[in-house]
């Protein structure tokens, strides 16, 4: 099923509070906003990961907790988390 | 009115019935001078038929000075005539061969004197063709979403650079390609039943033996083969790869759709990017794999398009293109999207420093490198337009795409192009063929190694 720009923002605070072991509470939306991304892997490859070098067109989610920033990707088939201690995620 | 006005009335309209037409001729000869004398590309003298003249005609531009006296001696001494100097144009003069050679070895032998010689190009009589057996009109192909095509033909639309493209339009003068040739496709897999493609989607022969794999068994590989599933249904469920197939070869001439760079050519479909956009190593090795066991089998596959790729390396992944190299197939790649100069931070596979192997870069509309393409020195070869590309999509569908994937198949398919003219080209000399046909940009110089941006017509030898 197609994800909305509402349900990748849910997915993401619930994905990050999980990480941090915090509540959602303690989840800042910072930015939601829309981005081109430079392939189908929206920038964000995983390990061992074969991407279409097509230019991606989807959201750019910021959010924040206690002071630290976390940046999640996604477009309407796909969520990744981006630049996670050194490593991207695709959820 | 009676006997004598009847005729004077008669012979009054019969002259004037001649004048007219005579005027009308007239007109349209002044129209096809002025067409050929702008070099317009857009005037359509339709449908038009071109063939070598019945006894070879060579028409030859000799080095400024060169006297008359002195072509005529050359002439004689080549077993030619001078038939006609152009005096318009200085040192042009038409030669008639009297030894019973092909207009095409006239030339080149005219060729072989460049001292003496600027060019020597064969004589072709134009034929207008009102039948409707014609073949096609080659300067402009009936699809009509063609005019938003300007990798193909720019003539700067949407602010666009008039001829910042592949010169398509001069290929096909040539050659619009061949059912002979086959591209395999390694993407998200094709739509094979769009209408724009169904024509030009490779079936496997019915005497090549079905897909045998030790550890998945016979597979119906019937439109190619699907390593993500590990069967012979290779249907695209992302569009990607559909996109990618309609560059190198959506029917051309068919009044649907747009004009792929083949009008003819087998695309076979293989599909190892899932729905999403994303393959694994593991996927993309099975693919190339079934690849070099169809060309062993018999089928004449000889160019993979492959608009993926990643930063991470792979020695597998490298070592099955090598074994695609050995088995005489180029393998044509993205450069990749990151903006980066990939001979520091390479992208794989177009970065494998392998023989068979062409990395491209994307060009926008206005001959300028794509904001996003990467770009290399050493490691990137060439350059194609991948900015906002029309190509086929899903579900019967048309839709622009930018990517280094997209500039990748204009190569493949130009490559395709030129494989349908010289088919016992090999894979090395095909490779050369393309880098050595490049049209030089600035905008290249020092990214590139190439230096330029492909040329389909000089490719295929239009020019």
Same mark, same amino acid.
């Given at each position: $099923?197609?994800?909305?720009?509402?349900?990748?923002?849910?997915?993401?605070?619930?994905?990050?509070?999980?990480?941090?072991?915090?509540?959602?509470?303690?989840?800042?939306?910072?930015?939601?906003?829309?981005?081109?991304?430079?392939? $189908?892997?929206?920038?964000?490859?995983?390990?061992?990961?074969?991407?279409?070098? $097509?230019?991606?067109? =989807?959201?750019?989610?910021?959010?924040?907790?206690?002071?630290?920033?976390?940046?999640?990707?996604?477009?309407?088939?796909?969520?990744?988390?981006?630049?996670?201690? =050194?490593?991207?995620?695709?959820? | 009115?009676?006997?004598?006005?009847?005729?004077?009335?008669?012979?009054? #309209?019969?002259?004037?019935?001649?004048?007219?037409?005579?005027?009308?001729?007239?007109?349209?000869?002044?129209?096809?001078?002025?067409?050929?004398?702008?070099?317009?590309?857009? @005037?359509?003298?339709?449908?038009?038929?071109?063939?070598? @003249?019945?006894?070879?005609?060579?028409?030859?531009?000799?080095?400024?000075?060169?006297?008359?006296?002195?072509?005529? %001696?050359?002439?004689?001494?080549?077993?030619?005539?001078?038939?006609?100097?152009?005096?318009?144009?200085?040192?042009?003069?038409?030669?008639?061969?009297?030894?019973?050679?092909?207009?095409?070895?006239?030339?080149?032998?005219?060729? %072989?004197?460049?001292?003496?010689?600027?060019?020597?190009?064969?004589?072709?009589?134009?034929?207008?063709?009102?039948?409707?057996? #014609?073949?096609?009109?080659?300067?402009?192909?009936?699809?009509?979403?063609?005019?938003?095509?300007?990798?193909?033909?720019?003539?700067?639309?949407?602010?666009?650079?008039?001829?910042?493209?592949?010169?398509?339009?001069?290929?096909?003068?040539?050659?619009?390609?061949?059912?002979?040739?086959?591209?395999?496709?390694?993407?998200?897999?094709?739509?094979?039943?769009?209408?724009?493609?169904?024509?030009?989607?490779?079936?496997?022969?019915?005497?090549? #033996?079905?897909?045998?794999?030790?550890?998945?068994?016979?597979?119906?590989? @019937?439109?190619?083969?699907?390593?993500? %599933?590990?069967?012979?249904?290779?249907?695209?469920?992302?569009?990607?790869?559909?996109?990618?197939?309609?560059?190198?070869?959506?029917?051309?001439?068919?009044?649907?759709?747009?004009?792929?760079?083949?009008?003819?050519?087998?695309?076979?479909?293989?599909?190892?990017?899932?729905?999403?956009?994303?393959?694994?190593?593991?996927?993309?090795?099975?693919?190339?794999?079934?690849?070099?066991?169809?060309?062993?089998?018999?089928?004449?596959?000889?160019?993979?398009?492959?608009?993926?790729?990643?930063?991470?390396?792979?020695?597998?992944?490298?070592?099955?293109?090598?074994?695609?190299?050995?088995?005489?197939?180029?393998?044509?790649?993205?450069?990749?999207?990151?903006?980066?100069?990939?001979?520091?931070?390479?992208?794989?596979?177009?970065?494998?420093?392998?023989?068979?192997?062409?990395?491209?870069?994307?060009?926008?509309?206005?001959?300028?490198?794509?904001?996003?393409?990467?770009?290399?020195?050493?490691?990137?070869?060439?350059?194609?337009?991948?900015?906002?590309?029309?190509?086929?999509?899903?579900?019967?569908?048309?839709?622009?795409?930018?990517?280094?994937?997209?500039?990748?198949?204009?190569?493949?398919?130009?490559?395709?192009?030129?494989?349908?003219?010289?088919?016992?080209? %090999?894979?090395?000399?095909?490779?050369?063929?393309?880098?050595?046909?490049?049209?030089?940009?600035?905008?290249?110089?020092?990214?590139?190694?190439?230096?330029?941006?492909?040329?389909? #017509?000089?490719?295929?030898?239009?020019?």
């Amino acid at each position: $099923m197609a994800l909305s720009k509402e349900d990748a923002v849910k997915r993401a605070r619930a994905d990050l509070a999980q990480r941090l072991g915090v509540s959602e509470d303690n989840i800042e939306e910072d930015a939601v906003e829309s981005a081109d991304f430079p392939d $189908m892997a929206l920038g964000a490859p995983i390990e061992d990961e074969m991407s279409a070098q $097509m230019i991606a067109s =989807g959201w750019r989610i910021r959010l924040k907790s206690s002071g630290q920033s976390y940046e999640y990707r996604a477009n309407r088939d796909q969520l990744r988390l981006y630049n996670y201690k =050194g490593a991207n995620y695709r959820l | 009115m009676n006997r004598q006005n009847f005729l004077g009335h008669l012979m009054l #309209a019969l002259a004037l019935i001649a004048l007219a037409a005579f005027a009308g001729q007239m007109r349209r000869w002044q129209h096809r001078s002025h067409a050929v004398l702008r070099g317009d590309r857009h @005037t359509t003298i339709a449908p038009r038929r071109v063939e070598p @003249t019945a006894s070879a005609e060579v028409l030859v531009r000799f080095r400024p000075g060169t006297t008359v006296e002195s072509m005529r %001696s050359i002439a004689a001494r080549l077993h030619d005539r001078l038939e006609d100097e152009i005096e318009a144009v200085d040192g042009l003069a038409v030669i008639e061969d009297e030894d019973g050679r092909t207009a095409e070895e006239v030339a080149a032998e005219y060729r %072989s004197m460049p001292s003496l010689v600027e060019y020597a190009e064969p004589n072709f009589r134009i034929n207008l063709d009102t039948d409707a057996t #014609a073949e096609p009109n080659h300067e402009h192909p009936d699809d009509p979403m063609f005019d938003e095509q300007w990798s193909l033909d720019n003539h700067g639309q949407n602010g666009g650079k008039t001829l910042a493209d592949i010169s398509a339009v001069r290929a096909w003068a040539k050659t619009t390609g061949s059912s002979e040739v086959v591209v395999a496709v390694i993407d998200s897999g094709v739509d094979y039943t769009h209408q724009d493609l169904m024509n030009n989607i490779w079936v496997r022969p019915p005497d090549v #033996a079905q897909y045998t794999d030790d550890e998945l068994g016979v597979i119906d590989d @019937t439109y190619g083969f699907n390593a993500v %599933s590990d069967n012979g249904d290779p249907m695209d469920q992302n569009g990607h790869g559909t996109h990618c197939a309609g560059i190198i070869g959506a029917e051309g001439g068919n009044h649907l759709g747009i004009a792929g760079v083949n009008w003819k050519v087998e695309i076979m479909p293989l599909k190892f990017i899932d729905a999403s956009g994303s393959g694994t190593t593991k996927d993309a090795i099975k693919a190339i794999n079934y690849v070099i066991d169809r060309k062993r089998a018999g089928v004449n596959v000889r160019i993979i398009s492959a608009s993926w790729g990643s930063t991470m390396y792979s020695k597998a992944l490298e070592d099955v293109i090598r074994e695609a190299g050995e088995e005489g197939i180029l393998f044509i790649a993205a450069s990749g999207n990151s903006s980066a100069d990939a001979d520091k931070s390479p992208h794989y596979p177009a970065s494998y420093d392998l023989p068979n192997v062409i990395s491209v870069a994307a060009l926008n509309r206005q001959d300028e490198l794509a904001s996003f393409s990467n770009y290399g020195a050493k490691r990137v070869h060439i350059a194609a337009p991948g900015a906002e590309i029309l190509s086929t999509w899903l579900n019967g569908d048309f839709r622009e795409a930018s990517g280094t994937s997209m500039a990748t198949p204009e190569v493949a398919g130009v490559a395709a192009l030129v494989l349908s003219a010289e088919s016992e080209l %090999s894979m090395k000399e095909l490779r050369e063929r393309l880098l050595k046909s490049v049209d030089k940009l600035d905008s290249l110089s020092g990214k590139v190694s190439s230096g330029g941006r492909i040329n389909a #017509a000089r490719a295929v030898g239009a020019e």
